[in-house]
Each structure stands twice: as structure tokens, then as C-alpha cells.
């Protein structure tokens, strides 16, 4: 079974500039997930998608970042401008669907895309 | 809303020693999730054990164990027979039901030595 595939693994970029990052989830998985790993902390999630439906942006800079799922498969995130704080590694997830009482669907994550704002 | 502490840092033990890394976290929940997660650095994320809140039995994962005490909100997770493959980032989580957002503690990190 293909894992979470992410694209590029790594980008530099400076300050004001637009980027863009892919992600293709797990074959059959319904929910996908954005997550920013600041260097020294544990990852933060910025958007999660059930299909094409966002359930959680709360944590998402709306004013910069925008994400979407089109047809529930793969995603894009992008960042428009980047901040130099946007430093980071993003990280895709993806799991069979929103679990409940007693279920929990496993996180299977993507090897992630290294970002740098210079 | 949730939080994770993880004390350590960092840690190091010889190969073949047994190794504890320490997680808290604060929660008004009465049911939830624990993870603990290994992030060798070619940064892919991978579960090494779950716990269910509401199982009193600690879970169990071949040299990976936890010692789960709800009462005091801590979520330790015990490598026996620790190896060389094992150095990596190890980040304790946090997930409440039906939200499936994980809330992340800052990580340890883990060198085994030779």
C-alpha cells in the first residue's frame, strides 16, 4: 500500500513571496490533514478535511494560507505571502475517517516538505 | 483546551538498556486517546502505541509499553531493549472523540548509543 506523498520535500523562498504545497493521500482515505512543525516543537494542525468539506480551520492564517480538496483526493496548501515565522516543515496526514466513542482511526503521515523563508 | 508536556528534551541510553520518556498532559475530558509517535529524521511520522482512556490496562507494542495513570494525567512510555534504530523524535498526543485533531507535546529526543 502507497503512503501519504508529499511534494517538494524541500522549498526556499523569500519573504513575499507566493508557495504551494501537494499532497496525495492514502488511496480510500476520507480525512486529510495540514499540520506545521516549527523546529523545537511538536506539530500543530492548521486544517483538516473530511472528503472535500473542511471540518477544522481554526488554526489556519486565513489571511496568508488557504488549502483545498478538490474531488476529496489530493490537496494543496498554499501560503500567499510568506512571513519569515512561516519557516517550517508542513506536514500531510491522511486517516479512513472521523472516528468516535471508542474509535479512533489511525494517522498515517507524509514525509513532509521542508519549508524556508529567507 | 488540551494540553501536552513533555520534560525531556532530550535523552540517551546505551543499546540494550531500557528507557522511560515522560509525558503529562491536562484534559477536563473523561474519555480520550494517547499516542505516543517516533520521528526519525526523515521527518515521516509513525505511531508506535495508542492507549484508550477508558482501558485501565496499559497498552503494549512488542518493546514498547506505556504506563498510563489517568488519575495523575501521565502517559509514560517504556523502550525495552532499546536499538540503534530507535533514535529518533518520540512526540506524546492527545486526542479527544470524534475530533480526531491531535494536540502534540514538544517532543524528546532520543539518541540510543552504541
Known amino acids: 500500500e502507497a503512503g501519504v506523498a508529499q511534494s517538494p520535500r524541500y522549498k526556499i523562498i523569500e519573504k513575499r513571496q507566493s508557495v504551494a504545497f501537494w499532497c496525495n493521500p492514502i488511496?480510500?482515505?476520507?480525512?486529510l490533514y495540514w499540520y506545521q512543525q516549527i523546529l523545537g516543537q511538536g506539530p500543530k494542525l492548521l486544517i483538516q478535511?473530511?472528503?472535500?468539506?473542511?471540518?477544522?480551520d481554526s488554526q489556519l492564517p486565513k489571511d496568508r494560507f488557504s488549502a483545498e480538496r478538490l474531488k476529496g483526493v489530493d490537496s494543496t496548501l498554499k501560503i500567499q505571502p510568506a512571513k519569515l515565522e512561516d519557516s517550517a516543515v508542513y506536514l500531510c496526514?491522511?486517516?479512513?475517517?472521523?472516528?468516535?466513542?471508542?474509535?479512533?482511526?489511525?494517522?498515517?503521515f507524509g514525509p513532509g516538505t521542508r519549508l524556508t523563508v529567507t | 483546551a488540551q494540553t501536552v508536556t513533555q520534560s525531556q528534551p532530550e535523552m540517551s541510553v546505551q543499546e540494550a538498556e531500557t528507557v522511560t520518556l515522560s509525558c503529562t498532559y491536562d484534559?477536563?475530558?473523561?474519555?480520550?486517546?494517547l499516542f505516543w509517535y517516533k520521528q526519525p529524521p526523515s521527518r515521516q511520522m509513525i505511531l508506535v502505541i495508542r492507549q484508550e482512556a477508558y482501558k485501565q490496562q496499559n497498552a503494549t507494542e512488542n518493546r514498547f509499553s506505556v504506563n498510563f495513570q489517568k488519575a495523575a494525567k501521565s502517559f509514560s512510555l517504556k523502550i525495552s531493549d532499546s536499538q540503534l534504530g530507535d533514535t529518533a523524535m518520540y512526540f506524546c498526543?492527545?486526542?479527544?472523540?470524534?475530533?480526531?485533531?491531535?494536540?502534540f507535546g514538544t517532543g524528546t529526543r532520543l539518541t540510543i548509543i552504541p
Open positions: 488511496s480510500g482515505h476520507a480525512t
Open positions: 498526543a492527545f486526542m479527544k472523540p470524534y475530533s480526531e485533531k491531535l494536540t
Open positions: 484534559t477536563s475530558e473523561n474519555n480520550y486517546y
Open positions: 496526514a491522511s486517516s479512513l475517517g472521523r472516528g468516535g466513542e471508542g474509535l479512533s482511526y489511525e494517522q498515517y
Open positions: 478535511f473530511q472528503n472535500n468539506g473542511v471540518v477544522d
